[in-house]
């Protein structure tokens, strides 16, 4: 529409009166949009704020290892004599260790063969039985590498068997046979030169003395003569290896170990022994102070940073007179109120220090935490077990035999008396009688069909002539080199005494049974062996009921509803206390989860602020369409008022025009 007319003579420019008069009518618009800007920025700082939590979250979370403060140290005196590491059930102390020779693996070789490719014997299917255990007694011909009046005794670990054919009976064959069977013997082909050159070696794969190897052979002739070894009987093999264990001194105390990596001599400390000494050498286990500072200063720095960007995205400037964007924001408050008064709480169950101040950990006037060393340093020399009560999660048994577990969500923080009605057991099987010929004859009294822990498997013991203590060994072997129950993680012990056997599962509580039969089972075990089932153990936790599940002790109910303890032994009735603990990354963490929950402070703050955005979307959207019928009226309106001013001009001309042509008749 054009705002002027030449001809019209009016002076109104329409589109300039109604872009001022909108212009005013528009601020409600800027308002809004800076509403929004402030909501967004708000949203913003939020967004910041989560992060943060989430990352104090994620330190609060290292923090709850309670390794990180029990961490202990082991250093060699030498280490090209041996190497030592520690872990919290260590003692500090110094150890001194003679070493007097290294545990080392059997090694055999064969007789050599004109070739490694040339098939040995017919080629009929043939099992190699591999059994590994112990030679005692008799003479060993170290130029010969043969024994003598010796006797072979299996460890009972079971025997593993590999099949060999016309595919792969030749060396090679024979040998990748062996190493991909995985048997625990390690097969290679070495040329020696000689007009037979091509000879099997064998090394078993495990170290020590009770890891030698017997091997039976079932099927070709040809490949008995070659690989059959009894070091009780025919020797096929040469032994250029003596299996032996690792004999050492530690405190002047004689030790002998089947492998050169120790975990069982210094309660806590793996030793590991590279070579022999010609002069004592010492490990020394410490504390390692220097991890639990690094780790209190770690947990005071989390929250530092945090508190900093609590302050950054609520605070005051004096100088320039400005707040920050969530200056005296409830939720701001909220967080900082509720972290500040947690870590002012004292620690309940964890035994002599309760409150940060204790290890030096103290509140600043800046609202920042700092950390006093010295104080510090003093309380890890004077209590160092009770300082990762106050961070981590921390349950801890007075009597020796009873150890925590683990704890669920529903388990309250105290000291919780334990007391045993019933020691866990396991199951077992005993012979009725001693065993009835210590002869073992192929499809006689070879064939036994066991049950263990409700796994079942069937076995066939090797034919020949035992001892008792030989043939419980036989047995023991044959049934835990079962694929069924090794997979199943059951085995068994077998002992005996006088002739008679007792097979013992390796597990304990009431899933723990021990059952055979099978055509060998009369002779071994009499006509009515007794199979007595494992017991659970049974008892209370804080005077509450308790679920026994072998071991392990389950509370039932109370503020121990989920607490998990091991009794390994001992006597009924009283057995000490548990102590458990929430120390603070514990119950920070679980604040920070319903902090940053989808129903959370975080969430509702975002929620709100989401929410107001899209009013002022709905009101910025009605405001619109408001303002364009406003501008659409103001502009037919000043319109109107044009063609008005254009008809009221085009009449004032006609009238001058007229009243001049009248004025012109007249003179």
Known sequence: MATTSATSGSNIDVASIVSQLMTVEQRPLAALAKKEASYQAKLSAIGTLQGALSSFQSALLAMSDISKFQTMTAASSDSMVLSATATSKAIAGTYTLDVTSLAQAQKLVAAGQTSSTAGIGTGVATTLTFDFGTIAGGAFDSASGKYTGSTFTSNGNGTKTVTIDATNNSL?????????????????????????????ALASSAIGSSNSLKISVAGDAALGS????????????SETVTAQNANFKVNGVSVSKSSNTVTDVIEGVTLTLQKTTTTSASVTVARDTASIQSSVAAFAKAYNDLNKTLKDVSSYDPATKKGAILQGDAVVRGIQSQVRAMLNNPVSGAGALTHLSQIGV???????????????????TSNPTDIAALFATVGKASDSLVSYTSAASTVKAGSYAVNIAQLATQGNLVGSAAVGTLTIATGGNDALNVTVNGVSTSVTLAAGTYT??????????????????????????????GGVFTLTSNSYGSTSNVTVSGTGAINLLGGAPISTAGLDVAGTIDGQAATGSGQ????????????KVQVSGGALGARGTVNYSHGYSYTLDNLMDSMLASDGLIAGKTKGLNSSITDIGKQRD???????ALQKQYTAQFAALDVMLSKMNQTSLYLTQQLATLSNMNS
């Open 362 to 380: 103290t509140f600043q006037k800046d609202g920042t935490l700092a950390v006093d060393s010295t104080k510090l340093s003093a309380a890890i």
């Open 622 to 628: 009605a405001l619109n369409v408001r303002l364009a």
């Open 226 to 237: 070659l690989l059959a070894h009894d070091p009780a009987a025919t020797q096929n093999l």
């Open 552 to 563: 392990f002790l389950t509370g039932d109910a109370g503020n121990v509803l989920g607490l």
């Open 468 to 497: 008792a203590a030989t043939l419980a060994a036989e047995v023991q072997a044959k049934i835990n080199g079962a694929s069924a129950l090794s997979s199943a993680g059951a085995s068994v012990a077998v002992t005996e005494s």
């Open 172 to 200: 090679q064959g024979i040998r990748d046979a062996i190493n991909s069977a995985n048997v625990g013997v390690t097969a290679t082909i070495i040329n020696d030169g000689s007009g037979t050159p091509y000879r099997l």
